[in-house]
T-cell receptor, first 111, second 116 residues
Framework: RKEVEQDPGPFNVPEGATVAFNCTYS??????FFWYRQDCRKEPKLLMS???SGNEDGRFTAQLNRASQYISLLIRDSKLSDSATYLC????????????FGTGTRLLVSP | DADVTQTPRNRITKTGKRIMLECSQT?????MYWYRQDPGLGLQLIYY???????NKGEISDGYSVSRQAQAKFSLSLESAIPNQTALYFC???????????????FGPGTRLTVL
């Protein structure tokens, strides 16, 4: 089983739609969680951290469910510019703060 | 100017050649990392360095070596390139998080390496 699993997609949605991605992780000792965004052939960039109580940043909402070991990302009012691959990233304290990256979920927002 | 730069951005080389990928950063971070990304796989950690005297192997270090020339520079070498090292390579930097919390990683633009 992969340490971090994501549905690769693509998720095809129209502008203005709400879309949600889930990600599961296998290491119950994981302590920190993130969503990174990666545009085609570009570097990953931090979108948001995921906190235990859930957190929101504009149109983006992240949730963590430790009991079921998954995190989610909700995007409201999708924009064309949201088209990208969203990487779920988990940090496990194994001597140092190693980041484990999921393979990403691709989102395509169409007019 | 970009905070994390990588050179070259694209490179095509032949099997058996030695190649060096360079990374420089102006963020003042102590921690630097090298990752590779392959289609269908997540980023995999090759090497990481917490300061100029602290270099550690990641999960896929075989066939690679690194050099931390200064706080701002971290180079990755392929001593004898082979085709399955064809990939997108990213350098990243980070600063320790507050109170032991997570540190955000900042990635360079990547180097696309093709080994024929």
């Amino acid at each position: 089983r992969k340490e971090v699993e994501q549905d690769p997609g693509p998720f095809n949605v129209p502008e203005g739609a709400t879309v949600a991605f889930n990600c599961t992780y296998s290491n119950s000792a994981s302590q920190s969680f993130f969503w990174y965004r990666q545009d085609c052939r570009k570097e990953p960039k931090l979108l948001m951290s995921v906190y235990s109580s859930g957190n929101e940043d504009g149109r983006f909402t992240a949730q963590l469910n430790r009991a079921s070991q998954y995190i989610s990302l909700l995007i409201r009012d999708s924009k064309l510019s949201d088209s990208a691959t969203y990487l779920c990233v988990v940090n496990a304290r194994q001597g140092f703060q190693k980041l484990v990256f999921g393979t990403g979920t691709r989102l395509l927002v169409s007019p | 100017d970009a905070d994390v730069t990588q050179t070259p951005r694209n490179r095509i080389t032949k099997t058996g050649k030695r190649i060096m990928l360079e990374c420089s950063q102006t963020k003042g971070h102590d921690r630097m990392y090298w990752y590779r990304q392959d289609p269908g796989l997540g980023l995999q950690l090759i090497y990481y360095s917490f300061d100029v005297k602290d270099i550690n192997k990641g999960e896929i270090s075989d066939g690679y070596s690194v050099s931390r020339q200064a706080q701002a520079k971290f180079s990755l070498s392929l001593e004898s390139a082979i085709p399955n090292q064809t990939a997108l390579y990213f350098c990243a930097t980070s600063d320790p998080g507050l109170a032991g919390g997570p540190d955000t990683q900042y990635f360079g633009p990547g180097t696309r390496l093709t080994v024929l």
